[in-house]
């Protein structure tokens, strides 16, 4: 097909490239016309450009408007800002969306479960506000707190803010509303704690209860998180779309990726109103990385949301279907789901079953 869609890959780290690679092949053979526009971040960005995040990256994806990528590996407390967290704050991509159901062939508690987890991308203790213990910033910050509500903080804390604003409430709520009507979904369940943080997740729950939009046939109901996380262990199939603030979103995202069979299987995308970067929920497993056991459906399946948002939906459902298919006969697994295969073998099998179609 003539090349019709310009599309940024970034493969990413430890297992991201394996995983990036089959998806490349899977939406090649899905023949919609992608010309590639491959660009670094993460560790390789940081060895070859200096740069976790290269200007250049930023540039390509600002020009293509969608991006792929692999995971990117996010050393615990070395003090420097995610490139995902970044990634999502620069091109405003304000909400992550990320599908949930049980797939074929793949035993898990609950069989009937269809989800889809909307997440705030921008906001909440993500936001990046953090203040070091013993830095001139966090005893600045403690007299200021001193100063305003006598609230005295230890001089030993570190301390991350979590903002929630009722604009970037109020954008999220309305991509979920659109969304469960584009998608013929019945109910959103927004999760919070509100009763413990009235200023943050409040502000989130009532901005969310007075928003003017159509809500068409969709029902709307809130929980509180802690509440809405023992319902999905013990009956998912009881929920619809998720509706949750930056943090919770996180978790439970990787709750429901439990709930099907693991994070090896579940697809995201990074949307705002200008730019769609697509991802799987999982992050660069460097316990397993360089060593083929990837399995690379979850990026397989970002792949078909990248091809919806492409509105090549046929492409998408074909390679949906593969997905299925080759779970369901359950002869090619790589050995997260029991089986023995290798990320080529499972992403070759995905790729005849998409040609076959
Ligand atoms: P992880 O998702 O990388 O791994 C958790 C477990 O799941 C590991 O045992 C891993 O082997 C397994 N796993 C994950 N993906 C798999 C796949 N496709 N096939 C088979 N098994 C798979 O989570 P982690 O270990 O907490 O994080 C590792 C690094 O990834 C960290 O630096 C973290 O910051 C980063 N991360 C990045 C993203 C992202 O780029 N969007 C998301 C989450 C975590």
Redo the contacts with the bound molecule.
Sequence with gaps: MADRHRVTLIP?????PE?ASAARLVLDVADVGIVWIERPA?ATAAAEAGDLLPDDTLDTIRETRVAI????????GSGFR???VALRQELDLFAAVRPARSLPGVPTRHGDVDLVVIRENTEDLYRGIEFAPGTAEAEALREELRRLARFEVRPDAGVTLKPISVAGTQRVVRFAFEYAKANRRARITLGHKASIMPTSDGLFLRTALEDPIDRGDVVFEDMQVDHLTAELVRRPSRFDVLLLPNLYGDILSDLCAGLVG???LIP?ANIGWEYAVF??????????AGQA???????ILSGAMLLRYLSELEAARRVERAVDEVLREGAVR???LGGSSSTGEVADAIARAVTSR
């Design positions: 990413g780290d430890g297992i991201g995983v993460g990528k692999g995971p990117i590996t996010t050393p615990v995610s490139v995902n693991g994070l090896g995201g991802e799987p929920v999982h992050g660069s497993a460097p316990d397993i056991k990837a399995n690379p459906i979850a990026m790589t050995p997260d």
